[in-house]
T-cell receptor
Framework: EDQVTQSPEALRLQEGESSSLNCSYT??????LFWYRQDPGKGPEFLFT???AGEEKEKERLKATLTKKESFLHITAPKPEDSATYLC?????????FGAGTTVTVRA | SQTIHQWPATLVQPVGSPLSLECTVE??????LYWYRQAAGRGLQLLFY??????ISSEVPQNLSASRPQDRQFILSSKKLLLSDSGFYLC????????????FGSGTQLSVL
């Protein structure tokens, strides 16, 4: 059975304090992985699609990396506007199940 | 360009009443379609997905059903709502090809009272 685990569940950071979020998974027929950001009461917002082990993608203060069994989302020098829940979803065949998410709070 | 429409934005229904949430996609053909539910403070739970007209895969046994009567229309239904059906319902479609993305609708906040 496919499983997706995100850690930590919650992360409280001081503005400028860099950190990393983890997404680990066991998915049959893994083809890649999505990262999304979600603000309260809104639909998730696309961040990245990663396909190959070793692949990296960056957007502003966010960098996502991928290995065969896990992905990391690095937040460098975060700002309060980076506060959100970050979700990952491995790409298998057609089913798309998300992890429970990591809620990041950045204090000024 | 592609767009996804989901309505209504907010819905308050009594226990035991029926439900119909509709989602339509424009600007693409043969999309993969998804229904998710998010309980307050929780993650996204995959409910149903569809890879074509009339093809529905259910992920979680529950009080809900889904249908895809047309290529770009996805409907979530219930004959009798339960209190536990309350939550934020999101429809999404996935673009195929080399640069895949999952596009979400704006969501329906359902309160069952």
């Amino acid at each position: 059975e496919d499983q997706v685990t995100q850690s930590p569940e919650a992360l409280r950071l001081q503005e400028g304090e860099s950190s990393s979020l983890n997404c680990s998974y066991t998915v049959s027929g893994l083809r890649g992985l999505f990262w999304y950001r979600q603000d309260p009461g809104k639909g998730p917002e696309f961040l990245f699609t990663l396909y190959s082990a070793g692949e990296e993608k960056e957007k502003e203060r966010l960098k996502a990396t991928l290995t065969k069994k896990e992905s990391f989302l690095h937040i460098t020098a975060p700002k309060p506007e980076d506060s959100a829940t970050y979700l990952c979803a491995p790409l298998g065949d057609y089913k798309l199940s998300f992890g429970a998410g990591t809620t990041v709070t950045v204090r000024a | 360009s592609q767009t996804i429409h989901q309505w209504p934005a907010t819905l308050v229904q009594p226990v035991g009443s029926p439900l119909s949430l509709e989602c339509t996609v424009e600007g693409t053909s043969n999309p993969n379609l998804y229904w998710y539910r998010q309980a307050a403070g929780r993650g996204l739970q995959l409910l149903f997905y569809s890879v074509g007209i009339g093809q529905i895969s259910s992920e979680v046994p529950q009080n809900l059903s889904a249908s895809r009567p047309q290529d770009r229309q996805f409907i979530l239904s219930s004959k009798k709502l339960l209190l536990s059906d309350s939550g934020f319902y999101l429809c999404a479609w996935k673009q195929s090809a080399t640069n895949e993305k999952l596009f979400f609708g704006s969501g329906t906040q359902l309160s069952v009272l």
